[in-house]
């Protein structure tokens, strides 16, 4: 164990330069903090961090550069020390000038975010794009700030890559992709369970990264990390049993068999509600399947979808095979719709863009992967255990504070418990806590405005039309993304939240009077994602499984997900399936071989 201080005189644009370099992690970490913290001029002119990407047992490198007269200078100019000082030619250089491969970014600027307490690994916390192996800033400089919507604090920005900068990420995925595919099943199950421990070990780190920049109570962030983690687990089982089937021959001296292949280059996207859960039950499949990855996080949760790059650098993953893209929605996804070496699209998200991937990914023919809307009914009968139904409902409706494609959006309740079951779940649901979700209430803020003014459009319709506002209804006084726990009773029919999904926190109750009736209500919806049933008849149990257009029916329960079921929906709530084996073999085509031994 070593450490090594150095201050230098410098020209070219900075006038002063500290490295550090050191075995001691303990001590890595704690000067990073003293930097960041400390009341001085060295801390108040801090400019740059730059780090050797983290291997077992490297040094840890860091360079502090500030100036006196420029203390947060945009580039450095032609005479950039690390480019022309032979001491240093093994660090990247962070000047957003260049642009040569030698520059491509291994640098990463401290943000905000990452000087939060709680957070104990800091390198954790990535700002730039994962690509080839290298962490790589915009070539233009262009960034993109993240926000905390529990108190609108700057968390930070990430790179906002361009369109030629997006495309060579999949040139990136292809060049690895033969490479990755050949691996023996098992050598990318070892670096899938590497990746699924690393998650684990750095639990706390991802799920305090997660309530941060998302606003989610900082127990379900914990509870995503271990759900998304499963996932990777599940499908480093899964990469070393593939489904090679045979068929008997239909023609005489012949042997058939059918193979699976992976199909290329995969593209994800991931949605800002699950940032980490979304992005591994997709890109675990995919990697295990054997295909490369370019995944684009929501540009509003960009830091989980970095971290856990992170993780998948360390664990193993060659150059190429995973890759993370930040930036602009449209800038980023686009070239990849229109590129033949995008074989397999994945998109959670609305049902709207969804439309808008499959028609521009029509052209290219590609594998599509949606989980889009869900709208889901919970449908209560007499009979019934109603403290559970109460209890399932609530969790059903308010988890995530409401922004869940699995949330429950419209409650049924048969007629002679309806006033009963209206009077516990509003008791319930003004008993529920909302705060930051480094509190851990029971509910955070909402995402954005956008969110927060669809929960007031919608209430205020039902209400127009007839509803009763039995608790909430309007913003809380926490700040303007906190929106009250809303329960509307005797919603009619054709009020907008009996039709549109809400992703918030309001619950709309309405009575049933028979079996056919709410049946035919309930699949009255272009969503067939989730059905939430509560029932204690197991003929009407059975029927109604069996009637219900979703992908997925709950009976006296709410969490029915998990890596080993597929999961998905019907209609317009998507296509295909994410989870178990066919969660795979979304990302796989069937080869037929017929050989003549003869």
Known sequence: MRKVHRLLALGGGFDYLLQIVTRDIDAYQRLIDEMLDAPSALSRYFTYVVTKPVRARARRHLIFCWGRDDPAPKRLNSSCFFCTTPDFSHFHCPCQAHSSARHEETAMTETALSARTGIADKAMVRSFSYIGGKWRAAANGETIPVFDPADGAELGHVASLSADESSAAVVAAQAAFAAWASMLPQQRAAILRRWFELQLEHKEDLSRIMVLEQGKPLSEARGEIDYGAAFVEFYAEEAKRPNIEGVTSHLPDAEVELWREPVGVAALITPWNFPSAMLTRKAAAALAAGCTVVAHPSAETPFSALALAELAERAGFPAGVFNVITGNAPTIVEPWTRDTRVRALSFTGSTEVGKLLYRQSADTVKHLVMELGGHAPVIVFKGCDLDKAVAEAIKAKFATSGQDCLGANRIFVERPIYVEFCARFTEAAQSLTIGPGMDDCDLGPLMNEKAVQKQEEHVADALAKGATLACGGKRHSLGPLFFEPTVLTDVPADAR????????????????????????????????????????????????????????????RTKVTGAPIPFGGTKQSGLGREGARLGMEEFTEVKYVCRDWA
């Open 497 to 556: 939240i009996m039709h549109e999904e809400t992703f918030g926190p309001v619950a709309p109750i309405t009575p049933f009077d028979s079996e056919d009736e709410v049946v035919a209500r309930a699949n009255d919806s272009e969503y067939g994602l989730v059905a939430y049933v509560h029932s204690q008849d197991p003929r009407r149990i059975y029927r109604l499984s069996r009637a219900l257009q979703y992908g997925m029916v709950a009976v006296n």
